[in-house]
């Protein structure tokens, strides 16, 4: 009655706290847990990584691009190579080949060796180097279609002379060569200004999206300057305790 009862199995005033039961082996799973072979399989496509559908729409637009400037071309030698933007194209063609090889061979979004690094930096470069050429087609092309929306055009001998409403008698004539017919050039090439226009401007975001991407798989977050701010707060919290 009057004796102190203890618990069994439990801890006393001075034993020993229960053996911890050892860890089963097996993938472990939670938040902090890494990633297994089947985690890495969902983010692909294919057998390659996500930003492989960016670079086959960079490759789908760049051929676009390229195949309208040679048809913009062929309709007067006296185009500028300004206003045929094939040149934008084959940039945003060539790539897009190396995204692809990169994507889907060599790619890890921690780089390992030095040429891994290399490929990804020039991918990151050559694809804002397409985002401002694209960009430079768009202006040009937009240009030359409001100059032809205010042209007034006449047949000449193997020639179509077009000229800006002006009062002055000595205004500029406009001459496109090789040009029987001047609804060829009011018509079908202003159609496809206005499809340049439209491919280089979605082009140009598909570069700046790639762009984003790469940065975001380098550095994990866009702005880094977040966990800079929430190290140096987490500092001074330490310092005050």
């Not at 190579?81 to 979004?109: E, K, N």
């Not at 001998?157 to 609804?183: A, G, H, N």
């Not at 140009?204 to 550095?219: E, G, I, N, Q, T």
Request: aromatic residues 10%; hydrophobic residues 45%; positive net charge.
């Amino acid at each position: 009655m009057g004796k102190d009862q203890r618990p069994r199995g439990g801890q006393g005033q001075g034993g020993l706290p229960p053996a911890a039961e050892p860890a089963q082996p097996g993938p472990q799973k939670g938040p902090g847990a890494p990633l297994g072979r089947g985690d890495e399989e969902e983010q692909t496509c294919c057998g390659c990584r996500f930003p492989l559908l960016l670079a086959l729409l960079q490759l789908a637009l760049g051929i676009g691009v390229t195949v309208v400037g040679f048809l913009m071309a062929n309709i007067s030698s006296s185009l500028l190579v300004r206003d045929t933007p094939f040149w934008a194209g084959i940039l945003v063609c060539l790539v897009a080949y190396l995204g692809l090889f990169m994507l889907c061979f060599s790619y890890q979004v921690d780089e390992r060796t030095c040429i891994q690094f290399a490929m990804k930096l020039f991918y990151f470069l050559l694809s804002a180097l397409a985002l401002m050429v694209c960009v430079l087609a768009v202006a040009f092309a937009a240009h030359h279609y409001s100059q032809l929306t205010q042209f007034t055009c006449k047949a000449a001998p193997d020639s179509c002379q077009c000229k800006l409403p002006s009062s002055e008698p000595l205004s500029r004539t406009f001459v496109y060569r090789d040009v029987t017919d001047c609804t060829s050039l009011t018509g079908t090439f202003k159609l496809f200004l206005l499809i340049q226009m439209i491919l280089n401007l979605v082009c140009s975001l598909v570069c700046l999206l790639v762009c984003f991407v790469m940065w975001k798989h380098r550095y994990q977050v866009f702005y880094v300057g977040v966990r800079m701010c929430s190290l140096t707060t987490s500092k001074g919290q330490q310092q005050k305790v």
